[in-house]
């Protein structure tokens, strides 16, 4: 696993910008569509500085939030703090995903979210996360799309990179803060969430016709038809399949019932 105190700050930096906005505003949309309106129990896995955390208390549910990074977790401590009507929602843990144990506990949505990617157990994680999930609860994964590695390259006009990835059919690249990160694909995900007991459901396709636009700096009417392209091209092939990140949910069907 990455140590993120060494680029917490870019982390911090990305999150903020435009382009860090748009996965956020698309993830959450789609996340917040799939729970009930009443107070449901999240787990946030890698929580980095608590964006997602505090998008899913302020919508009125109980979250504990999980990072191994120490300093990850006082970033989010701090945004709380900003925002004291919602620190009796959220709980803060210290722990990497290999380290999550609740004593058989289970939870309304189990959230991954940029987390796979600096992993090399994706079978392994998506096991230890599926079993966190309560009955009629959803898994939620975001992570790095391996269909369309070398994309971002070839659109930000890098074309030997790009050739290279696209011809070693490579599951590798250099993500946002400068690090390897690896691929999955949505299929491989649904596959290995159903094995686990889980019910696929539609999945998007995140970042499409802005990920490779460092310079990104939109007036709120301009983000705004930004971000009614993305979400239109976010559920429909063959848009989604180009989607610098993939995020795929999955529930688990209700005791005693079908979905």
Not at 183 to 196: K, Y
Request: glycine residues 10%; contains cysteine; aromatic residues 6%.
């Amino acid at each position: 696993m990455t140590d993120f105190a060494t680029v917490g700050a870019a982390y911090a930096a990305h999150s903020r910008s435009a382009r860090g906005r748009l996965r956020h505003d698309l993830v959450a949309h789609r996340l917040l569509a799939e729970l009930p309106a009443g107070p449901v129990r999240v787990l946030d896995v890698g929580c980095g500085d608590g964006e997602m955390t505090l998008r899913i208390a302020a919508a009125g549910h109980d979250v504990t939030a999980t990072d191994p990074s120490a300093e990850m977790l006082g970033a989010t401590a701090r945004r709380l703090a900003a925002r004291p009507g919602l620190a009796a929602r959220v709980r803060l843990l210290e722990a990497g995903l290999e380290d999550l144990f609740f004593e058989g506990d289970r939870f309304d949505a189990v959230c991954c979210h940029g987390v796979l990617m600096y992993l090399d157990d994706t079978p392994g994680s998506v096991a230890l996360l599926a079993g966190l999930v309560a009955p009629g609860g959803v898994l939620s994964i975001l992570t790095k799309n391996r269909a369309a590695i070398g994309f971002r390259e070839a659109l930000r006009g890098d074309y030997p990179a790009a050739r290279r990835l696209i011809e070693l059919g490579s599951g590798t690249s250099v993500g946002n803060l400068g690090l390897d990160t690896r691929g999955d694909t949505a299929e491989a995900l649904d596959r290995l969430a159903a094995e686990h007991g889980l019910t696929p459901l539609d999945w998007q396709g995140v970042r499409i016709f802005h990920d490779h636009r460092d310079d990104w700096d939109p007036d709120t009417a301009a983000y705004a038809r930004a971000w009614a392209t993305e979400l239109a091209a976010s559920s429909r092939d063959p848009y989604r399949q180009l989607g610098r990140l993939v995020h795929t949910l999955a529930r688990r069907p209700p005791e005693g019932g079908e979905l």
